[in-house]
């Protein structure tokens, strides 16, 4: 079976701190996809990253960084001196080499000024 | 450079009344296409999708229905709207194998009253 598992509802957090979102997914597949999507008030969602079974390395870009931990099965999202704009919806999402999109149930965040 | 159009941006139809989304993708070719629906406080469910013109793969058996006409438009429609079919619609887009990142558009917010 394959699960994306966000077990973080909602997250408020006050500007300038630094915040962890949790994603744990679980797949039979060796080569899978891992995703983060933003999703602020508007609606749309916004691709952040892709990350693929083989590739371990963590992600820096800006203040937004991924850890990916094959052995617990998590690939976490931080961000770094949060600011008001980062209040959103964030999706963890994975997709087998052959297959659609499996999302989780989103983390919404809100930072407070 | 590739976009996708959603409209209209919002909607407010009776029950019983028909409905008709359109998504079209500009810049690219023999896109994978993808409608989701997104309840109130909910993730994000996979509707339909469909990987070329005529070729329409139901996920969930419901009230509505989906074609692809064109290449690059893909049509959600209802012939009977119900009271749950409510929600957010958004349309995604990606270049399948080639490349499995999902872009999507802006949404549709539809209210059945």
């Known amino acids: 079976a394959q699960k994306v598992t966000q077990a973080q509802t909602e997250i408020s957090v006050v500007e300038k701190e630094d915040v962890t979102l949790d994603c744990v997914y679980e797949?039979?597949?060796?080569?899978?996809?891992l995703f983060w999507y933003k999703q602020p008030p508007s609606g749309e969602l916004v691709f952040l990253i892709r990350r693929n079974s083989f590739d371990e390395q963590n992600e820096i870009s800006g203040r937004y960084s991924w850890n990916f931990q094959k052995s617990t099965s998590s690939f976490n999202f931080t961000i770094t001196a949060s600011q008001v704009v980062d209040s959103a919806v964030y999706f963890c999402?994975?997709?087998?080499?052959?297959?659609?999109?499996?999302f989780g149930k989103g983390t919404k965040l809100s930072v407070k000024p | 450079s590739q976009t996708i159009h959603q409209w209209p941006a919002t909607l407010v139809q009776p029950v019983g009344s028909p409905l008709s989304l359109e998504c079209t993708v500009e810049?690219?070719?023999?896109?994978?296409l993808y409608w989701y629906r997104q309840a109130a406080g909910r993730g994000l469910q996979l509707l339909f999708y469909s990987v070329g013109i005529g070729q329409i793969s139901s996920e969930v058996p419901q009230n509505l229905s989906a074609s692809r006409p064109q290449d690059r438009q893909f049509i959600l429609s209802s012939k009977k709207l119900l009271l749950s079919d409510s929600g957010f619609y958004l349309c995604?887009?990606?270049?399948?194998?080639?490349?499995?990142?999902?872009?999507f558009g802006a949404g549709t917010r539809l209210s059945v009253l």
């Open positions: 810049g690219t070719s023999n896109p994978n």
């Open positions: 995604a887009w990606n270049r399948g194998q080639v490349e499995n990142i999902q872009y």
């Open positions: 999402a994975l997709t087998p080499s052959q297959g659609n999109l499996i």
């Open positions: 797949t039979r597949d060796t080569t899978y996809y």
